[in-house]
């Protein structure tokens, strides 16, 4: 399992990185933190990329390099890295391909965690990111515009976590709807692993719109109900009636995670009109899970 | 839903998201090809038009890589009939590309021999007996020496000392963020005001240069333009002195000075002779712009000072090719080609025909249509960059005026006011790719800027000119 952590500036990164390590570790995947620079205009490129390398000679960071110091030591701060380290000032930076840079930190360190510096479009890097190595989630702040959000969960071929409004000193739960959808069936997958390291409570609902019941639904909701029970998961079930976006970000209180899977519809409907997850999405105030 | 389908439809949608402006620029051209051609231009003329409208829209929003656009362009120009290959081919390349090629490898050997402890030593030593005497030190040399070498070279040697003196202010106390940002906008300032001092300051002013020899007979040199431009210059940077105290005022008690001049002189000297003899090849190619450039031409006298540095061992071949930026010769010679083609087709006069139409109800007063041009070539060149505004845009400008030198020198000397848009200059785009400006604080500090620019601007070449 993969982990991409996107960051940008400082204090709005915080609860990006402290949620999107807490994942990590209760899947136990490897995770890249990658700060995307700023893109640069064609014409300026190479004079930029000169200019970044007469900072490498005279070794004053780059532009990146100090939010991805600052993002190791949060996480060292944090226990998140747990093994000896070495300090971050003693470091290379290798150019890997083309807008990618990886910090090396030399000696010791964790192999779980790297530190990547790219530049250009976000969701280009990312999806760039995400193609070259694998990631299974994309973990992204969620001060960012929505209409980024609706192109990361469009465009990256992995879930997408959007850290909204998370606070560390909150205890959370995790907010389940649940349907028929492979989608649906990985955010089961990742809510139960998270849950269970981190010993959350589960609301697992399942939303009937436009009937009065269906049994294959209320059978998904116990089969998951079940499950969580298995792995000692305190859960609740909830079937909910009216339109799936209204009623689920109704439910969703500040103190929720939601887990909720991508949409089946076809990408080019998904792309014009939108989907429900992505409404979702955009709507709570609180962090979404995409899964894919 | 089958799988590949979902794939192959989200990657094309992908192509799509990505590549939305290409589609509109071709529908357009497609559009515009198809409708009847305006009267009084030949067809030839008003494809040339199309071309440009397409390059505008391709450039700035730059969904298809440079070289693919420069491609596009002269692939174009033959496809529908505005000139043939080999008239294509011919205008492509001339001493106003070669300075592109000449001045951006020129920029790469130079940076290269790691001269911004030197100059930060010299900057020291002249301007180092207080601060704000420092931080207009930092701006005057950027400028002077920007006049001479061009903005990319010489923001990339300053970039350094620039950090290097925000590293010893203390940015947590009170005025000490207005600090950091004094710094690095003298530095950004006097680089991107320097560029128009003299011929070699930028790509554009060499562009016009030939574009006044070619369409209006008249030779400009070396030292021609630095009486036209330099005080200019001067004023303009005593104007940004004062813009920059207004915006940030600080009492520049958080730069610890002397942490920066320990930290200078601390550096390693062992590369003295490097620096001397590096030293001694720029000055002799800015000696020989200006007492060689009507025989040999500004372009060849760039690639000798390239051909020195490599002869010698000072820099390879693999740094160079490495770090120059191709595409955008290959876009200056495209764009540059098509600006020929314009003006031979005779889609220039028709242009300015209707302008002057359409101002025609106004008092005949040429300081309109200078306003216009000028602010117009100012504005496209902070949304296009200048040089190509000046490739395209250039021979418009001369139409105005054919016989008078004033209007395409303003013209280029406007289009050097990069002053809004972090995107505009190397200078903007490598001040704003350190994270420490945003694009807003660029663009409300440079509208000020910008504004003053073109009065003084007018003004100059309103009173000064006319007296040379």
Known sequence: MNILIAIGGREYSKPTLDLGMKVANSLEASTTIAYVGKKVSQFSEKDVSVAHQNLDDRQLYRPGVRTLEWAYDFLKSKNYIQEETNDFNDHLLVDEENSRMRVLLKGKHSNKIDLILRTGEIIEQLRSEVQTNNHNITVIGGGSNKGMHHDLVQFIDSSVLVVKNYSFKKKYKILLPVNNSVGSNNAIEIAEQFAKANKLEVEIVTVLENKSSDENLKKILDRTAKRFSKSRIKNTTKVLEGPVVKRITQSASDDSIVMIGVSPKNPIMKYFFGSKPISIAQKCECPVLIAK | ?468
Not at chain 2, 41 to 60: E, G, N, P, Q
Not at chain 2, 76 to 96: F, T, Y
Not at chain 2, 130 to 154: C, Q, Y
């Open chain 2, 1 to 468: 839903m089958n799988d590949s389908y979902k794939i192959v439809s989200s990657s094309i949608l992908y192509w799509f998201s990505q590549k939305k402006w290409f589609v509109f620029s071709i529908l357009i051209g497609l559009a515009l090809i198809n409708m009847s051609t305006p009267v009084g231009l030949t067809v030839s003329a008003y494809h040339s038009l199309v071309i440009l409208l397409m390059v505008f829209i391709l450039v700035t929003s730059q969904p298809i890589p440079f070289p693919a656009i420069a491609l596009l362009a002269l692939v174009l120009q033959v496809l529908l009939g505005v000139a043939p290959a080999n008239e294509v081919a011919s205008s492509l390349m001339n001493d106003a590309v070669l300075f592109v090629m000449g001045s951006l490898m020129f920029a790469i050997a130079i940076v290269h021999q790691g001269l911004d402890i030197r100059l930060a030593k010299i900057i020291i030593n002249i301007f180092g007996r207080s601060k704000r005497l420092f931080i207009a030190g930092l701006m005057l040399i950027s400028a002077v020496l920007s006049s001479f070498l061009g903005e990319h070279t010489i923001i990339a040697i300053m970039l350094p000392i620039g950090l290097s003196v925000i590293r010893n202010i203390d940015s947590s106390k009170p005025d000490g963020k207005n600090a950091v940002l004094l710094t690095l906008f003298s530095i950004a300032y006097g680089t991107i005001i320097g560029s128009i001092g003299t011929p070699s300051g930028g790509a554009r002013n060499v562009i016009m240069i030939n574009y006044i020899r070619e369409f209006s007979n008249i030779t400009i040199d070396y030292w021609d333009w630095i009486q036209y431009a330099y005080p200019i210059l001067i004023i303009q940077l005593i104007m940004a002195y004062f813009v920059l105290q207004f915006a940030f005022p600080s009492s520049l008690d958080n730069i610890q000075l002397q942490g920066y001049k320990k930290s200078v002189a601390k550096s390693n000297n062992a590369t003295n002779i490097r620096h001397i003899f590096s030293s001694i090849i720029i000055a002799i190619i800015i000696v020989s712009w200006f007492l060689f450039n009507e025989q040999f031409g500004l372009g060849i006298i760039a690639l000798c000072g390239v051909l020195i540095f490599m002869i010698c061992g000072m820099v390879s071949w693999e740094v160079i090719n490495k770090n120059t930026n191709w595409g955008v010769i290959l876009l200056f010679a495209a764009t540059i080609s098509l600006g020929f083609q314009i003006n031979d087709t005779g889609a220039a006069s028709w242009l300015i025909d209707k302008f002057n139409m359409m101002i025609s109800n106004l008092p005949e007063d040429s300081s309109f249509s200078w306003s216009f041009m000028a602010i117009i070539t100012g504005l496209t060149a902070n949304f296009f960059t200048s040089s190509a505004t000046t490739s395209l845009l250039g021979p418009m400008a001369i139409e105005l005026q054919p016989n008078n030198i004033v209007f395409g020198m303003s013209a280029a000397i406007a289009s050097g006011f990069s002053f809004l848009t972090v995107i505009s200059s190397p200078t903007a785009m490598i001040l704003y790719s350190t994270g420490l400006i945003s694009v807003k604080l660029f663009f409300r500090i440079g509208l000020l800027m910008f504004a003053s620019s073109i009065v003084i601007l007018y003004l100059m070449s309103r009173f000064y000119w006319v007296m040379l």
